[in-house]
């Protein structure tokens, strides 16, 4: 089974905080993303990596930074927390022929 | 050219009832249409998947019927039960250009199976 591991389920921070995600694989793939997931929006894409130090912006990158130094790992990093980066957070891996995706449980981030 | 648009929003279906999701794109490009289920407090989970060389795909009490001229697709679940009850997500992806792959996903449809 594809297994796919946040570092928290649930987080809360203060606004102007500096914010770890981290996602964890045990695949080998080397494509990895980071989505947010906000209701009526549906899942919106804000960084990709397709190998270790490469990244690539997704569609709203603005506020959010990625580091990929080993291949199991694509951390997600919010500089200055704002309100309206509250969301539900999902990294997901794909590798292989295909262009199925895996998701991580998802970490629901509050920033007040 | 690079949306795909889900309705319904939300979906109220009674159990043993055919639930029904449809999703419909512009870029004909695209050539990868999987179908994501997710449960509250979960992430999402691929459910089924089909490419534009066929018109259906059925795994289970799931079926995907796929439109390529209407550039539109849809899920359909028979016999629907309560523990269907989730979220489901369509998205298309194409293996072309800087994307690689990447998925374009719909706004989602909330599905509440009453039993």
């Known amino acids: 089974d594809v297994k796919v591991t946040q570092s928290s389920r649930y987080l809360v921070k203060r606004t102007g905080e500096k914010v770890f995600l981290e996602c964890v694989q045990d695949m080998d793939h080397e494509n990895m993303f980071w989505y947010r997931q906000d209701p009526g929006l549906g899942l919106r894409l804000i960084y990709f990596s397709y190998d270790v130090k490469m990244k690539e912006k997704g569609d709203i990158p603005e506020g959010y930074s990625v580091s990929r130094e080993k291949k199991e790992r694509f951390s997600l990093i919010l500089e200055s927390a704002s309100t309206n980066q509250t969301s539900m957070y999902l990294c997901?891996?794909?590798?292989?022929?295909?262009?199925?995706?895996?998701f991580g449980p998802g970490t629901r981030l509050t920033v007040t | 050219q690079q949306q795909v648009k889900q309705s319904p929003q939300s979906l109220i279906v009674q159990k043993g009832g055919i639930s029904i999701i449809n999703c419909a794109y512009e870029?004909?490009?695209?050539?990868?249409f999987p179908w994501y289920q997710q449960f509250p407090g979960k992430g999402p989970a691929l459910l089924i998947a089909i490419r534009p060389d066929v018109s259906e795909k059925k795994e289970g009490r799931f079926t995907i019927s796929f439109n390529k001229s209407a550039k539109q697709f849809s899920l359909h679940i028979m016999d629907s039960q309560p523990g269907d009850s989730a979220t489901y997500f369509c998205a298309a992806s194409m293996d072309s250009g800087g994307s690689q792959g990447n998925l374009i996903f719909g706004k989602g449809t909330k599905l509440s199976v009453k039993p």
């Open positions: 997901a891996i794909r590798g292989g022929a295909g262009y199925e995706q895996y």
């Open positions: 870029n004909t490009a695209f050539d990868y």
